[in-house]
């Protein structure tokens, strides 16, 4: 291309570092001497492990690194203009008309107090002025309209609380349009969402961008989403890029070892279950629930998170349930527990009847049965030592002396693939993956017969996630633990189970052997779920 | 919402009941012998007997208690010697020390202190929530610091101090405000005002700091939510970030703590109302204490509980306004 | 006598009273006793007797001639019968009340009786001690039908017969309390009669808020000053606003502004701090009117109970105090004269100085130990040091307060007394120390005179027959002298008030050998008042300024 | 990729290693200089006020002297000479009407007035985090009960409460400690109420699922995994009761149920001085600056506190948070 012919690109950074001061003259450089441009109306797809420096760069692109005490060096040019260098009024007015942005979050990135529609509208004044009140809140209208939310009119009066997951995030949109961007920079802004959502989203945007020519960038660490939905892709790590191009050409042929092994962690849908790992489903029933409810609140009010559901599980074997957001699967999982108690059905463990037990009498079942949480931060008590929370179980059941309890901590954390030395560390001082590994082993310690894993890896990005789907593999070969694995993942419930169940609105659809669930799925909701379930797709096909 | 309040209802019946109790309990133990005190200096043990009786000071407490709860289920008839005074349900009973109704003295002093208390709270807001709001914007400048300040020379300083020092300064020294001397709202609104703008203004000056502290803290904690990003995101003026999304989220704790105050200023503010001469409930209050008057005790401390209650039922209304996802259970 | 006892005109701002004007008063403690029959004091003290005219009155005049009793209602101060047991008076002519009707005797007499009642208790003792068959009657409400107390006759509408159990000479300082105020029987309304009391005097209430908080008081059109030589009644209106805070209250009288100008207060004095500052202002201290109560504060023994029964503990711990150091606690020496006799320095009462147990400004610790020494106490002695519980309240009001007890303990330090302080709740403190089962040891007591008469004065805390087993006894040291008895009797026999005088001082001083009280001051009234504020007159018998005197124009 | 590469993997993914939990307290304490100050400045306080027998004998004076050529008896005992009879013999001048040594009095009032105020924050603290965990953690019933006894304590006036303890305690009881228990038997229900707010949230979080699927009692979750964490806020709060009460306990004294003389305590100084304070300013000032000092260092050593104790405080108002931290919200819940 001639220089002649190349209209003034879209977004033009050079060089770009960001330095985050971390106290005590320490400091973390995010971003490290990045360069890439975009030409206008194009899409840029950003990937990169957690903490590569993706959304680093994505907040550079509006300067919103200003007056935090980042450190910025390099030169940010959006639609022409510096964005470091502008001064406060030019910045403002380059955000929302220029360049737009959407959140990952669409739970928290709304004013929980304001109605939908005039967040919408308020935005929309700042930058034009001349709009009158009524005139704002009509466009706010117009694009919650335009971005699909059903009766606009009148769900704009809304509050956030009253929109599910996937609307917030198509008002979030709806905001960003409502300035007309010539850049929508997307951070994420689907990891919250459930699979089907997410398609939805994204199918929203490319529309979006065919109609109105705006340029996108997309911030992500699911390949999958970058694959259908970017020209050109940018693989990030630590800060700095490892590999520019157009996308088919990274997926099909990434040129780097980091780009492969980013690709290889990406749990396939229509991999199957290695043979061997197949646990013989045979025996007496561990766990079985029949008719399992649990209702939430009263009267008017009551919300009915698990519904009639029965299910079997033998020793040894691997159960995945998934489900959308909200289908009752993390209800189900803590009633399997006894974490929660069952409205009504019953619920026997090893032929006992546990479903209406109080806590004293749940004594003896207490260690046969562990879980493990979604969430590596919440599950780990900030404020001991994660040998300590280890420990605990072991102390309360009081058979073991103090140095007997040491070293079995010592040993489990060997086992996850942590240095045993870390019992004395806390749990901030560690990563996501590794904190799951901790509460994986602090659900091993009390030798349980089960454990229930409540979406473990969801929270945790491609590479690692990989790293703990195989490490529980591994401790179910060693042990014959039951497992009972629930994700809205339908790649990694593959991977690991034996049976999968499906669930909807409380209530079991679908229950069968993994691969006739996958191959064969009999209920349609099944279908629309894994039709939805985004791939790296042709470049697969090519690998 | 309707059993909402039917259940906060009844709560507070169950507060203001166990409250009389004790009130009872105390007085059974406190010093003093309510029928000597009304006696007078230099009474001989017949005419103690004589009033003690007259007060039903011999019955045992348990009945006196259950006399006090039919007098204000049904009322209660006295005799005034010359005839009878009947005083309706519900009836705390009459003073010991001068016979006087004890539902009339407090629905005498109770606009009173009412007034004081609801004018220092709308100050204290205004300068607590609004100094919080100021040094939340510009933290670290000299705005914040002066506010700091004088804030917390206000809570170091008690009311006694404070009110005096207002005094000299605007009634004495300078003359601008005349000695304040209750006028009632509905004689004279005008006057109403200004002769209790010093008392709010001192306990406004008391109150306000941790009002500031709490606004600044809270309003922090908001500025640093995920919401007030998106609108920086779109070039919206940190002004109307600061006054339509973040004031609005860091208003519930303020709310809580407002109710809080509120309510234990209807009987906690007897310094105050001595100091500026205002005929409230805690100089009445203290009077009664001080003169063993058990029936004008218990139905100010009533009142002073209802008003704690009310204050806490209304804060969670509001918070529930303040916030549609906060379910009233 | 006080200072500004100067001109006859009296204290207060300059040029002749005239009549007009409102006069407003700021006091601490609401009137939320307006009832006569629940008064104590002579008159009711300043507020009542602007509304209440009683047989007789105090004369108002400034200093020692105020200590006089002179006729109010009563044509003169009473004809005695021979032993002074039958007392006789005579109403006036054209007295009436606020709505014009007549005063007559019986109204008198039934203002009496129904101070009887058990639902109006509160007044003074003496009537019921006093009269004939006083103590059975139980006022005129449980005795309907009957025709009341038997011992005072009204043979016509203006004639009254007192009938008493003995000779009292001080009967017609009695007759100055508000029970001897008419009550016209139709319009007592029983306890609710304070509201709106039926005036006699110069003013009636018009308004009467906040039971007693707030009063409005105007002219009685039916009063004539020809009846009442006493009473100026100088302004058109009385507004009184109390609930304040002494501080403001003083503060508003220094500032003076708007109606401040022509302010007085009835029952707030100035403070050791108000004075310090007072005293460095001239037009301040102008404006300052000092009285003389007959009032004595001092430490109380119960020689009942150890180590106090023995007298030379007693008289030790007399010698031992440092008076200075209390008079500075209670305010210093313009507020609190030393005192060593138990009657107050005033001539009406009888003073006859003395001073048994010289123990100079600031105590003789020396002569103290030399004494404990001789009972045993002391550094090495047989009992050790002498440790001794003194009983105050913690009230600040400078009467028992703590600050007078600390002030003590610092005394007694020098003469080797260890003195453990035991603060009590006001109510606690008084039901106390005047109960003879609960009475401690040693005590801060405090005695008033209720007129201007050695007789209420020593009678009360020195009379074996007035111990009280059951109520409140004032005779703490519970003193039971056949000879000391003896000697009351005869004296209230006398009915020349300077005779009887002389005789109650010599009592005085032999009672006072005994060490049964110490004796520490005598409090002095400093009083502001308003810049408007004229004809200040301040007599000794009550010791503060005269509110039917003053005048603001 | 194998387990094992876990911990090859960089630093920069992981937040740089930070030390744990008292002694990152303390280092982001110590970044804080006025918070530090204000430490010092309190322990200056508690020091002086410990040793006030020693300084006392340095400047030659005694608690309970009186000295009564010192003030001008006639004046109402104002103190003789300027800036309330300060001199050689005494530093900060005289009390008037006594002319006790104020130096002396200040000392040994700040022992009493620090300890009350700790004591009653003490009972407090201690009421308010039983009854709020209580309440955090127990059923409804219990719940609405503990929550109904704190609105019957605050509503319960102070005056009336103290004099009815006053009288059932006999007189011989130490004065302060009785006051301790009056101001912390009344004041606690804001430590409850934050306590018993902080512990719902806590007990939703899922170390506690945690620990109770590890069979840990009620007592024990609540010692250990909940206590800790409501250190924090328990703390701050604490640190806004102390100067309170100090107030309250000179509020007390105003009304006459602060300590008995002759024990001094600032309350009680400041109480009998606020007439004073035209005729001998110096009288007022003293136990009023003091208090101010004390109140302001409090004040900013717990806002220091606060920000040390809470990790965020590092991070605030930073438009972006790391997505690490966005990722843990949890994710959308339906309508
Ligand atoms: N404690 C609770 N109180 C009230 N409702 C609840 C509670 N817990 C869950 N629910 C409701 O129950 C339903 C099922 O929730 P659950 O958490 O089991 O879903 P899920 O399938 O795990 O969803 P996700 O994928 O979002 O974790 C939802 O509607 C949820 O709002
Ligand atoms: N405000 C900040 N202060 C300190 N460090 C920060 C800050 N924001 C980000 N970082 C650090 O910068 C690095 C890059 O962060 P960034 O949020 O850009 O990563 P990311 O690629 O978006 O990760 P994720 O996929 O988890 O969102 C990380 O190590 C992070 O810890
Ligand atoms: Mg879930
Ligand atoms: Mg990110």
Not at chain 1, 25 to 36: H, N, P, Q
Not at chain 1, 383 to 401: H, M, Q, V
Not at chain 3, 415 to 427: H, P, R, S, T, Y
Not at chain 4, 146 to 159: E, G
Request: with cysteine; net charge neutral.
């Amino acid at each position: 291309m001639s220089p002649l012919d190349t209209p003034e690109p879209l977004v033009q950074v050079a060089d770009l570092s960001v330095t985050f001061p971390v106290g005590q003259g320490a400091a973390v450089r995010a971003v490290d001497g990045l360069s890439f441009t975009m030409p206008p109306g194009g899409a840029l797809g950003i990937v990169g492990e957690s903490g590569s420096g993706k959304s680093t760069v994505a907040y550079g692109l509006l300067g919103l690194h200003r007056g935090t005490g980042a450190e910025v060096t390099g030169a940010v040019r959006v639609a022409g203009r510096d964005v470091l260098a502008a001064g406060d009024a030019e910045l403002r007015a380059l955000r929302g008309p220029v360049a737009a942005m959407v959140f990952q979050d669409p739970l928290s990135s709304l004013d929980p107090y304001a109605a939908i529609g005039d967040q919408i509208a308020e935005v929309y004044r700042v930058h034009r002025r001349d709009a009158s009140r009524r005139a704002a809140r009509a466009r706010a209208v117009e694009v919650l309209d335009r971005v699909g939310i059903p009766d606009a009119a009148r769900r704009a009066r809304a509050r956030p609380h009253e929109f599910s997951g996937g609307m917030r995030q198509r008002a979030l949109i709806a905001m960003a349009l409502a300035c007309e961007p010539r850049l929508l920079v997307a951070d994420e802004p689907t990891t919250a969402l459930d699979v089907t959502v997410q398609a939805q989203i994204l199918g929203l945007l490319r529309e979006l961008r065919a109609e109105t020519g705006m340029g996108l960038l997309l911030v992500t660490h699911d390949l999958g989403v970058a694959a259908g939905n970017v020209d050109e892709l940018l693989v990030m790590k630590e800060g700095r890029e490892v590999e520019h191009g157009p996308a088919r050409e990274v997926l099909d042929a990434p040129r780097e070892d980091y780009t492969r092994a980013l690709l290889a962690a990406v749990p396939r849908i229509d991999v199957r279950r290695a043979a061997g790992d197949t646990a013989t489903a045979a025996g007496e029933p561990l766990l079985e629930a029949t008719g399992l409810r649990r209702e939430f609140g009263r009267g008017k009010r009551a919300v009915t998170a698990v519904d009639e559901v029965s299910l079997t599980i033998r020793p040894g074997e691997t159960v995945g349930v998934v489900g959308e957001s909200g289908s009752g699967k993390t209800t189900l999982g803590r009633m399997l527990v006894r974490l929660l108690e069952p409205s009504g059905g019953v619920l026997r463990y090893r032929g006992r009847d546990i479903g209406g037990l109080r806590e004293r009498e749940l004594r003896g079942f207490r260690g046969e049965a562990q879980m493990v949480f979604q969430d590596p931060v919440s599950s780990l008590n900030p404020r001991r030592s994660i040998g300590e929370s280890i420990a605990d179980p072991l102390r309360t059941a009081g058979e073991l002396t103090g140095s007997e309890i040491e070293e079995r901590v010592r040993r489990l954390l060997h086992r996850v693939g942590l240095d045993p030395d870390a019992y004395h560390r806390y749990p901030h001082e560690f990563s996501g993956g590794q904190r799951q590994r901790v509460g994986i082993a602090r659900a091993l310690a009390p030798e349980p017969k089960l454990i229930v894993c409540d979406e473990p890896v969801s929270a945790l990005d491609v590479t690692t996630q990989a790293q703990v789907v195989e490490l529980l593999g591994d401790v179910q070969r060693e042990s014959g633990i039951a497992l009972v694995f629930i994700a809205h993942d339908l790649a990694v419930v593959r991977q690991v189970s034996d049976r999968v169940v499906v669930m909807r609105d409380g209530r079991i659809v679908e229950e069968g052997p993994a691969d006739a669930v996958y191959d064969a799925p009999r209920h349609p909701y099944t279908r629309g779920l894994l039709a939805a379930a985004p791939s790296l797709a042709p470049a697969e096909a090519a690998a | 919402m309707r059993g909402y309040l039917l259940r906060r209802a009844i709560g507070a019946v169950i507060v203001l009941f166990a409250l009389s109790l004790v009130i009872y309990a105390l007085f059974y133990v406190a010093p003093g012998d309510p029928a000597r005190l009304a006696c007078g200096p230099r009474c001989n043990p017949e005419q103690i007997r004589q009033v003690r009786e007259q007060l039903s000071l011999g019955d045992p407490v348990y009945v006196q208690y259950w006399h006090f709860l039919q007098g204000l289920a049904a009322g209660h008839d006295y005799s005034t010697g010359t005839g009878v005074l009947h005083c309706d349900a519900p009836c705390f009973g009459l003073s010991y020390q001068n016979d006087q109704q004890v539902t009339d003295l407090i629905t005498q002093r109770l606009p009173v202190t009412a007034s004081l208390a609801l004018g220092a709270m709308v100050l204290w807001l205004l300068l607590g929530v609004g100094s919080g709001l100021l040094s939340a914007l510009r933290r670290g400048g000299t705005t914040e610091r002066v506010l700091t300040w004088l804030t917390l020379a206000g809570t170091a300083t008690p009311v006694f101090i404070i009110g005096l020092l207002l005094l000299m300064l605007f009634c004495a020294y300078l003359g601008w405000l005349p000695f304040p001397s209750y006028v009632a709202l509905t004689e004279d609104p005008e006057q109403w005002a200004w002769n209790l703008l010093l008392p709010w203004t001192a306990l406004a000056l008391i109150e306000s700091a941790k009002y500031a502290r709490l606004t600044r803290s809270s309003m922090l904690e908001t500025l640093a939510e995920d919401h007030i990003r998106t609108f920086r995101a779109y070039g919206v003026a940190e002004r109307s970030i600061v006054g339509r999304h973040a004031l609005r989220g860091a208003l519930p704790p303020v709310i809580a703590l407002t109710a809080l105050d509120l309510g234990s200023m209807f009987g906690n503010a007897v310094l105050t109302e001595t100091l500026f001469g205002l005929p409230g409930l805690g100089q009445l209050l203290v009077h009664a204490t001080r003169t063993v008057d058990l029936p004008v005790v218990v139905g100010v401390v009533l009142v002073t509980g209802a008003a704690v209650v009310i204050a806490n039922i209304v804060a969670d209304l509001l918070y529930a306004v303040a916030d549609r996802r906060v379910a009233l259970a | 006598g006080p200072k500004e006892a100067g001109d006859a005109k009296g204290g207060g701002a300059a040029g002749d009273p005239k009549q007009g004007g409102t006069l407003t008063v700021l006091n601490r403690e609401p009137q939320s006793d307006f009832d006569p029959a629940r008064l104590y004091t002579s008159g009711g003290g300043n507020i009542p007797s602007l509304v209440f005219r009683t047989l007789t009155t105090r004369n108002r005049a400034d200093g020692a001639a105020g200590t006089k009793v002179v006729p109010d209602l009563a044509t003169d101060l009473g004809t005695p019968s021979e032993d002074a047991k039958v007392w006789t008076y005579k109403l006036k002519d054209g007295l009436a009340y606020e709505d014009g009707s007549p005063i007559t005797s019986a109204d008198v007499k039934y203002g009496i009786e129904r101070s009887f009642a058990g639902e109006l208790s509160g007044g003074a003792p003496y009537l019921r001690d006093w009269l004939v068959g006083g103590e059975r009657y139980q006022g005129p409400y449980k005795d309907k039908g009957g025709d009341g107390l038997k011992s005072i006759e009204t043979p016509d509408a203006k004639t009254l017969v007192f009938h008493l159990k003995k000779p009292e000479g001080d009967f017609p300082y009695l007759a100055t309390q508000t029970q001897f105020a008419p009550v016209p029987k139709a319009k007592d309304t029983g306890t609710k009669y304070e509201e709106h009391p039926v005036s006699s005097g110069p003013y009636k209430v018009v308004r009467n808020t906040g039971d007693g908080e707030r009063l409005l008081l105007e002219r009685n059109p039916h009063w004539s000053a020809k009846t009442d030589s006493q009473r100026h009644a100088y302004p058109d209106r009385i507004e009184v606003k109390s609930g304040l805070d002494p501080a403001v209250i003083n503060q508003r009288l220094s500032t003076g502004s708007g109606p401040d100008a022509a302010a007085i207060t009835t029952d707030t004095n100035l403070g050791p701090a108000e004075l310090a500052q007072v005293s460095g202002d001239k037009q301040l201290a102008d404006r300052v009117g000092t009285g003389h109560f007959g009032y004595t504060n001092y430490l109380a023994f119960n020689p009942r109970t150890k180590p106090f029964d023995d007298p030379k503990v007693r008289q030790a711990i007399s010698y031992a105090v440092n008076r200075t150091s209390v008079v500075n606690a209670a305010g210093g020496s313009s507020l609190a004269e030393p005192a060593t006799t138990f009657l107050p320095n005033q001539k009406a009462l009888g003073y006859t100085p003395y001073d048994h147990f010289p123990a100079g400004r600031t105590g003789d610790p020396g002569k103290a130990r030399e004494l404990l020494k001789q009972a045993g106490y002391g550094e090495g002695a047989a009992k050790g040091p002498l440790t001794i519980t003194l009983t105050h309240s913690t009230a600040q009001d400078f009467e028992a307060s703590p600050e007078i007890a600390t002030a003590l303990q610092a005394g007694f330090k020098k003469a080797g007394i260890v003195v453990k302080l035991q603060g009590l709740e006001d109510n606690d403190y008084k039901q106390r120390v005047h109960s003879t089962k609960t009475q401690p040891g040693l005590f801060l007591g405090h005695w008033g005179a209720d007129w201007p008469s050695g007789g209420p004065f020593l009678a009360p805390i020195f009379d074996g027959r007035q111990i009280v087993e059951d109520g409140a006894n004032f005779n703490s040291a519970r003193l039971n002298d056949p000879a000391v008895n003896d000697e009351i009797d005869e004296i209230n026999k006398i009915t020349d008030h300077d005779a009887a005088a002389k005789r109650w001082g010599a009592l005085d001083k032999k009672i006072g050998e005994q060490a049964l009280t110490v004796p520490l001051f005598h409090p002095v009234y400093k009083r502001l008042y308003g810049k408007d504020a004229k004809n200040i007159v301040i007599s000794d018998w009550t010791g503060v300024l005269d509110i039917s005197q003053v005048a603001v124009k | 990729m194998s387990a094992g590469t876990l911990e090859e993997r960089p630093a920069a993914v992981a937040p740089p290693a930070a030390p744990s939990g008292a002694r990152q307290v303390w280092r982001r304490l110590r970044a804080r200089k006025s918070a530090l100050i204000a430490a010092a400045v309190l322990a200056l306080l508690v020091v002086l006020a410990l040793a006030a027998p020693l300084l006392g004998a340095l400047e030659g004076q005694d608690v309970g002297a009186y000295h009564d050529g010192l003030v001008d008896s006639a004046r109402g005992g104002v103190p003789i000479g300027s800036y309330g009879g300060v001199s050689g013999d005494h530093w900060l001048g005289v009390e008037p009407g006594t002319g006790r040594d104020l130096f002396v009095r200040l000392l040994y009032g700040a022992r009493v007035s620090l300890a009350v105020a700790a004591g009653a924050t003490l009972v407090q603290v201690f009421i308010g985090v039983a009854v709020g965990l209580a309440a955090g953690l127990g059923n409804r019933l219990v719940d609405s009960a503990l929550s109904h006894l704190s609105d019957v304590m605050v509503a319960l006036p102070m005056l009336v409460f103290a004099i009815g303890v006053t009288a059932v305690v006999p007189s011989s009881f130490p004065r302060p400690v009785l006051l301790v228990f009056v101001i912390g038997l009344l004041a606690w229900g804001g430590t409850a109420r934050i306590v018993r707010a902080q512990t719902l949230t806590l007990k939703r979080l899922d170390y506690v699922a945690a620990a109770r699927l590890g069979g840990a009692s009620r007592l024990r979750i609540a010692r250990r995994e909940l206590l800790p964490a409501l250190a924090a806020p328990v703390i701050t709060y604490a640190a806004i009761l102390l100067p309170t009460n100090i107030v309250t306990e000179a509020g007390m004294s105003f009304l006459g149920v602060g300590v008995t003389p002759p024990t001094p305590s600032w309350g009680q100084m400041l109480s009998t001085a606020t007439t004073w304070f035209r005729a001998d300013p110096m009288y007022v000032l003293l136990p009023a600056l003091l208090l101010f000092t004390t109140v302001l260092a409090f004040t900013v050593l717990g806002d220091g506190l606060r920000t040390a104790l809470d990790p965020r405080a590092a991070s605030r108002l930073r438009v972006g948070r790391t997505g690490r931290a966005a990722r843990r919200r949890k994710r959308g819940t339906p309508a």
